[in-house]
């Protein structure tokens, strides 16, 4: 089989192909090389990273479980079973490098990468790649092959998965964007993370705490000075032959750059460590409890921030936090959640409504707790409504039927309006000359935050 030089060439090219996997080991390599994108490192410095992970393998090869340059041994049995570190004949230098070297041309199969169309160099199997990746990704072997075709960068971008995902609790787990710039920031912090991981430990327990996976994402975004153009994904993988999981968790591209501009925002950050504080269990403190919401449950972000001010305002005075929290909740509504300007037009009207009659009766407490429950606050409005037509017969109806749509009849949209009120009827009080009482013993999450403003190193 003759091959042309450019064939050749292409072999140290680094493409990005739609596998998450593969992009994050392409990413993870251009960190290594120095790059600032997988399609700019030269063909000399791609040589250069897969000597050095040929390097690395070597140097871990030998090293007891449990001393110091393990680690990469233990992820070795995460992301590739059966690899030439696990049998005592192929663990040697030689052996590591035969498993890690292009097979010569004369060898490759004759078909092309079936990840980026290039010239295959051989058939691998799940000793090179995860195979538990999701039905889309998902390597299947057609009967009477040995494996999967791909191509030498393709097969080395997973290769290179330690270097941008770090190990802990049996699953490798990284950080994922289709927005490139900040795809390679975070490839780059995580690169330098898990090769401190590499020089120094001995185990693959999972550190950094509750929900280290998407705190780390937050972390990531706090010190990301750019607008995203895309969401965020954690990916947690393992090829491990008893256990093959592939996950991705989602976190859109507005919550994302919600959370992103919030972090870095001074002013924001005042009402934001309130929020953070709103979302605390009795087991997880409240910025971890934020983060892993965020993937999981973006819409309770706003209302545990309600739910805190209803219970910080349940003896009938408004709470200090108030005024920072409100329009940090307002924003989260309208920019994640998209609440219309329609929406918010008519729950602002109502919210006004409500203020001036509680203002006139003084009692915020019975408003208050009729908001614990739909049901509750419908009869509520219902006798308001019946008070304000026999006393302001002129002034139109207290609530009206597209106002009490918004705020019953539209599901989740709702869910949201009657958030949104409450938190209008607190600004609309202010407004009207109610103080926020003195600040009370609220515990903020300082720990944490220290931990999310502890710059990123890798900073270019
Ligand atoms: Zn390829």
New binding site residues.
């Given amino acids: 089989m003759s091959t042309s030089v450019s064939e050749t060439d292409l072999q140290s090219q680094l ?1 990005l ?1 739609p596998h998450p996997l593969q992009r994050l080991g392409a990413h993870a390599i251009a960190a290594l090389a120095g790059a600032a994108h997988p399609e700019q490192v030269t063909g000399g410095q791609f040589d250069v990273v897969v000597a050095r992970m040929i390097s690395d393998l070597a140097a871990t090869s030998t090293v007891a479980k449990g001393d110091p340059g393990w680690y990469l041994l233990g992820v070795s049995y995460l992301v590739w079973p059966n690899c030439a570190l696990h049998y005592a004949s192929k663990r040697t230098v030689e052996g590591i490098t035969a498993w890690r070297s292009m097979p010569p041309p004369d060898r490759w199969p004759g078909v092309p ?1 079936m ?2 169309g ?1 010239a295959a160099v051989a058939w691998y199997g799940k000793g090179d790649i995860p195979l538990g990746a999701s039905v889309e990704h998902r390597n299947t072997t057609a009967p009477g092959h040995q494996g999967t075709p ?2 030498w ?2 097969v080395s971008s997973f290769h290179a998965l330690p270097y941008a995902c770090a190990a802990g609790g049996g699953v490798l787990a990284g950080l994922h964007s289709w927005d490139e710039r900040f795809m390679a920031r975070a490839a780059r912090t995580a690169m330098v993370h898990n090769r401190q991981a590499m020089l120094t430990r001995g185990d693959l327990k999972r550190g950094g705490g509750a929900f280290a996976v998407e705190f780390t994402a937050l972390q990531a975004l706090r010190w990301w000075d750019k607008r995203l153009t895309d969401g965020v994904q954690t990916v947690q993988f393992s090829n491990n032959n008893q256990d093959q999981r592939f996950q991705v968790e989602d976190l859109d591209q507005p919550l994302a750059e919600w959370l992103r501009s919030t972090v870095r925002d001074q002013e924001r950050r005042a009402g934001f460590r309130y929020l953070a504080a709103a979302q605390a269990t009795a087991k997880v403190r409240g910025l971890r409890m934020l983060a892993w919401r965020a993937f999981h449950q973006p819409h309770q972000i706003p209302t545990r921030g309600v739910q805190w001010l209803r219970d910080h305002s349940a003896d009938g005075a408004i709470p200090a936090a108030a005024p920072l929290l409100a329009p940090l909740i307002r924003s989260y509504l309208t920019e994640v959640l998209h609440v219309l300007d329609k929406d918010v037009g008519h729950v602002t009207t109502v919210a006004g409504r409500i203020a001036e009659v509680i203002t006139e009766s003084g009692h915020l407490k019975r408003f208050v707790v009729a908001t614990r429950q739909p049901r509750d606050l419908k009869s509520w409005l219902k006798k308001e409504a019946t008070d304000w037509t026999r006393t302001r017969s002129g002034e139109g109806p207290f609530i009206d039927t597209v106002q009490w749509r918004v705020l019953f009849d539209m599901g989740n949209t709702s869910w949201s309006a009657r958030d949104l009120l409450y938190i209008a009827v607190l600004e609309q009080l202010c407004a009207r000359g109610w103080n926020p009482k003195p600040d009370d013993d609220t515990v903020l999450d300082d720990l944490d935050f220290a931990t999310l403003d502890i710059e990123d190193a890798t900073e270019n």
């Fill in positions: 493409v192909t990468c990840l980026c290039r791909l191509c960068p393709c």
